[in-house]
C-alpha cells in the first residue's frame, strides 16, 4: 500500500460523524478491543473475504492475506458501527458427531435424508411429523441412518454434522434446503406446557426430556415442523470446521452465525458477550441459521464434538454486537467525513 493511499485513508477516518440510527464509533469504545488476539480473527476473516463482491474488497482482502498486522489492519480500514439500541441475544451452535451406519438396522433406523428434487425454494412440502412417519421411505434418499432420534434433531438444528461409522471412518454432511415450514422451538413447547421454567431450558434438558418419555418424547421433536436435508461433503477433511453459508469452513470462537437481512456475511463483528463464560472478541459473520432473525441475534460457533456441545448449549446470554464496516462504504453514505 502507499504511503498516500495510507494518508488518505487516515485522514478520513478523523472525522466520525452520525446519521440517521447508525452510530460510528471509536476502537477505543469497544470494551475489550485491546486484549483480543486479532490474528485469530483475521485469519477467519480472510478465509471467505474473497466471497465480498465489489472491487474494494478485491484489495482489502489482498492485503488482509499480507503480512499487515491485524490489529492495524482492523483499526485502519473498518469503523464499528451501531445501528440499534437493544441488547444483542446470543447463543451456541456446534457441529455433532453421531454414530451411524450406510445401512438400516434395528439400531441405525433413523435416516438423514438429502434434499428431493421436488423441493421448492418458496414451497412447502412434508412437514417433520409426515417424514417422520415414512413419507420419504424408499425414494432412495438416505445418506445414512443414525441410532438416535434426538441427536439427528439437534443435527438439523444445527445444519452441518459428523457421522462416525463402526469401522471409524467419518462422513461430514452439511445443510442442503429445508421443507419450507417455520422453525418452531421445541424448548418454548415444554415451558408452554409448565414442564419448565424458561431458564432452565437448554439443549441438554430437551435430548434428556425426549429420551426418558418415549413416544411422547417424539411427539415433541414433531412440534417442529421445519426439517432440514443434508448433502454428503467428502471434500471437508477431519481437521477443518464445517461449512457455512458461505460455502468456506468455519472457525471455532471467531465464527458467528446472522441475519443477513441485517448484517452483510463475510463482517467482520465484534461480539461482547454477557452471562456465564463472559469475553469479548472479533469475529465474522459467516454463517445463517433458521432460527437467527433480527439485528441483533447472533449464534456463536464453539466447534465440533460433544464438549463443544456442552458449552454451547447452556448459552442463551445477553451483550452487544457491532458490524465493522469498511471506511470506503462509510465514506460513500456519508458516515465518515
Given at each position: 500500500?502507499?504511503?498516500?493511499?495510507?494518508?488518505?485513508?487516515?485522514?478520513?477516518?478523523?472525522?466520525?460523524?452520525q446519521?440517521?440510527?447508525?452510530?460510528?464509533?471509536?476502537?477505543?469504545?469497544?470494551?475489550?478491543?485491546?486484549?483480543?488476539?486479532?490474528?485469530?480473527?483475521?485469519?477467519?476473516?480472510?478465509?471467505?473475504?474473497?466471497?465480498?463482491?465489489?472491487?474494494?474488497?478485491?484489495w482489502?482482502?489482498?492485503?488482509?492475506?499480507?503480512?499487515?498486522?491485524?490489529?492495524?489492519?482492523?483499526?485502519l480500514l473498518?469503523?464499528?458501527?451501531?445501528?440499534?439500541?437493544?441488547e444483542?441475544?446470543f447463543?451456541?451452535?456446534?457441529?455433532?458427531?453421531?454414530?451411524?451406519?450406510?445401512?438400516?438396522?434395528?439400531?441405525?433406523?433413523?435416516?438423514?435424508?438429502?434434499?428431493?428434487?421436488n423441493?421448492t425454494?418458496?414451497?412447502?412440502?412434508?412437514?417433520?411429523?409426515a417424514?417422520?412417519?415414512g413419507?420419504l421411505?424408499?425414494?432412495?434418499?438416505?445418506?445414512?441412518?443414525?441410532?438416535?432420534?434426538?441427536?439427528?434433531?439437534?443435527?438439523?438444528?444445527?445444519?452441518?454434522?459428523?457421522?462416525?461409522?463402526?469401522?471409524?471412518?467419518?462422513?461430514?454432511?452439511?445443510?442442503?434446503?429445508?421443507?419450507?415450514?417455520?422453525?418452531?422451538?421445541?424448548?418454548?413447547?415444554?415451558?408452554?406446557?409448565?414442564?419448565?421454567?424458561?431458564?432452565?431450558?437448554?439443549?441438554?434438558?430437551?435430548?434428556?426430556?425426549v429420551?426418558?418419555?418415549?413416544?411422547?418424547g417424539?411427539?415433541?421433536?414433531?412440534?417442529n415442523?421445519?426439517?432440514?436435508?443434508?448433502?454428503?461433503?467428502?471434500?471437508?477433511?477431519?481437521?477443518?470446521?464445517?461449512?457455512?453459508?458461505?460455502?468456506?469452513?468455519?472457525?471455532?470462537?471467531?465464527?458467528?452465525?446472522?441475519?443477513?437481512?441485517?448484517?452483510?456475511?463475510?463482517?467482520?463483528?465484534?461480539?461482547?458477550?454477557e452471562?456465564?463464560?463472559?469475553?469479548?472478541?472479533?469475529?465474522?459473520?459467516?454463517?445463517?441459521?433458521?432460527?437467527?432473525?433480527?439485528a441483533?441475534?447472533?449464534?456463536?460457533?464453539?466447534?465440533?464434538?460433544?464438549?463443544?456441545?456442552?458449552?454451547?448449549?447452556?448459552?442463551?446470554?445477553?451483550?452487544?454486537?457491532?458490524?465493522?464496516?469498511?471506511?470506503?462504504?462509510?465514506?460513500?453514505?456519508?458516515?465518515?467525513?
Amino acid at each position: 500500500m502507499c504511503a498516500a493511499f495510507l494518508a488518505a485513508i487516515l485522514f478520513m477516518s478523523s472525522s466520525i460523524a452520525q446519521a440517521g440510527h447508525l452510530e460510528v464509533l471509536g476502537f477505543e469504545e469497544l470494551e475489550g478491543w485491546h486484549n483480543d488476539d486479532h490474528q485469530a480473527a483475521l485469519t477467519a476473516f480472510a478465509g471467505t473475504c474473497d466471497r465480498l463482491e465489489g472491487a474494494q474488497w478485491e484489495w482489502l482482502c489482498d492485503f488482509a492475506k499480507s503480512d499487515v498486522d491485524a490489529k492495524t489492519y482492523f483499526e485502519l480500514l473498518f469503523r464499528p458501527v451501531k445501528e440499534h439500541s437493544e441488547e444483542a441475544l446470543f447463543t451456541g451452535y456446534f457441529e455433532p458427531e453421531l454414530r451411524g451406519s450406510r445401512t438400516k438396522s434395528e439400531t441405525y433406523k433413523y435416516p438423514l435424508y438429502r434434499k428431493p428434487e421436488n423441493v421448492t425454494k418458496n414451497g412447502t412440502y412434508f412437514d417433520r411429523r409426515a417424514i417422520a412417519n415414512g413419507a420419504l421411505e424408499g425414494k432412495g434418499l438416505e445418506i445414512a441412518w443414525v441410532d438416535d432420534p434426538v441427536e439427528l434433531f439437534f443435527l438439523q438444528i444445527q445444519g452441518s454434522g459428523r457421522i462416525r461409522f463402526e469401522d471409524d471412518t467419518v462422513l461430514r454432511v452439511g445443510y442442503a434446503g429445508n421443507n419450507g415450514h417455520k422453525y418452531k422451538s421445541v424448548g418454548r413447547v415444554l415451558v408452554a406446557r409448565g414442564i419448565y421454567n424458561r431458564h432452565q431450558v437448554s439443549a441438554k434438558v430437551i435430548q434428556n426430556w425426549v429420551k426418558r418419555n418415549g413416544q411422547a418424547g417424539i411427539e415433541l421433536l414433531n412440534a417442529n415442523p421445519s426439517y432440514i436435508f443434508f448433502v454428503e461433503r467428502p471434500e471437508l477433511s477431519a481437521s477443518s470446521g464445517p461449512v457455512g453459508a458461505m460455502s468456506r469452513a468455519i472457525f471455532p470462537m471467531r465464527t458467528i452465525a446472522v441475519d443477513p437481512k441485517f448484517i452483510e456475511l463475510g463482517l467482520p463483528v465484534w461480539v461482547r458477550k454477557e452471562g456465564k463464560n463472559p469475553f469479548a472478541q472479533l469475529m465474522v459473520a459467516q454463517d445463517t441459521g433458521s432460527a437467527i432473525k433480527g439485528a441483533n441475534r447472533a449464534d456463536i460457533f464453539y466447534g465440533s464434538g460433544d464438549q463443544a456441545g456442552v458449552l454451547a448449549g447452556a448459552v442463551k446470554d445477553g451483550g452487544e454486537m457491532f458490524a465493522l464496516m469498511p471506511i470506503f462504504d462509510l465514506v460513500k453514505t456519508g458516515h465518515l467525513k
